[in-house]
């Protein structure tokens, strides 16, 4: 096995290219291998783990897979929690694996359920995006991985290398919450852009941002989303998810 995670990232995510089992590499090694700039100054940072998302149904697969190329599962973890989550260290215990099924429940709740047949490796840019972008106590690693995400890919329509945002006002015009969570970290965004963005950027983050504002904007939303906005932040809108112990 590689010993460098970042190779064992690119490989995992050509066996995963390959093979019948759909599970699909997210997290920052996904940002990543999709993103350039993230592997320079002033974003490029080491890496300990891997992270999948899979189908619950595909359970079974995504463990004979993972064991097949030498990872070696948690027992008691995976026995607790393996209808959700299956965990795995690396022969050398040099970095491990999270999977998680159909859903990414962090300070908001992403269904991806439809969202792993794709040509690449990875959950398509919009997913990654929103996985980034939805964490309410987001650090400057999130951030800057949003970042790099607007910086290298063009807003666009379903494509494998454009940022699908017809996704992205899909799912958050039918959340307050979750909306209002992305629109305060596209602030961050364009803040650490403008304080820290090396030059030679393929695109403009602050004019990303401002057209996907305006659409969110424009995105005609649900009942529910604005009834949930007559509260705003009367009520708390996210989730601190808990830690579980390996």
């Known amino acids: 096995m590689e010993t460098d995670i970042r190779a064992e990232a690119q490989r995992l995510g050509e066996l995963l ?3 019948a089992v759909r ?3 997210m997290g920052g090694l996904a940002v990543w291998l999709r993103c350039p700039s993230v592997r320079r100054p002033p974003f490029e940072r080491p890496y300990a783990d ?3 998302v899979a189908p619950q149904r595909e359970r079974a697969a995504v463990s004979a897979f993972l064991e097949i190329e030498g990872y070696v599962p948690d027992k008691r973890f ?3 929690y393996g209808s959700q989550r299956l965990y795995y260290a690396a022969p050398t215990a040099a970095w491990t694996v999270d999977v998680i099924f159909d859903r990414l429940s962090m300070s908001h709740e ?3 359920r439809g969202r792993l047949a794709t040509p690449e490796p990875t959950l398509p840019l919009a997913d990654l995006l929103l996985s980034k972008l939805q964490i309410w106590e987001i650090n400057r690693k999130d951030i800057a991985d949003a970042l790099c995400l ?3 890919h063009p807003l666009g329509a379903d ?3 454009a940022i699908d945002v017809g996704r992205i006002t899909a799912v958050l015009r039918a959340d307050w919450g979750f909306c209002h969570t992305v629109e305060r970290n596209l ?3 364009v803040d650490l852009a403008a304080a820290e963005s090396p030059d030679g950027l393929e695109h403009d983050v602050s004019a990303q941002v401002t057209a996907l504002r305006a659409a969110l904007e424009a995105a005609p939303k649900t009942l529910g989303w604005r009834a949930r906005a007559r509260l705003g932040e009367r009520v708390r809108w996210y989730e601190t998810p808990e830690e579980i112990e390996h």
């Open 110 to 112: 992403l269904d991806l």
């Open 50 to 52: 891997l992270d999948l």
């Open 23 to 25: 599970a699909r590499l």
């Open 78 to 80: 995976n026995t607790l």
């Open 159 to 161: 494509q494998p290398d």
């Open 187 to 189: 602030g961050k965004v």
């Open 17 to 19: 290219g390959a093979d």
């Open 150 to 152: 607007l910086a290298d």
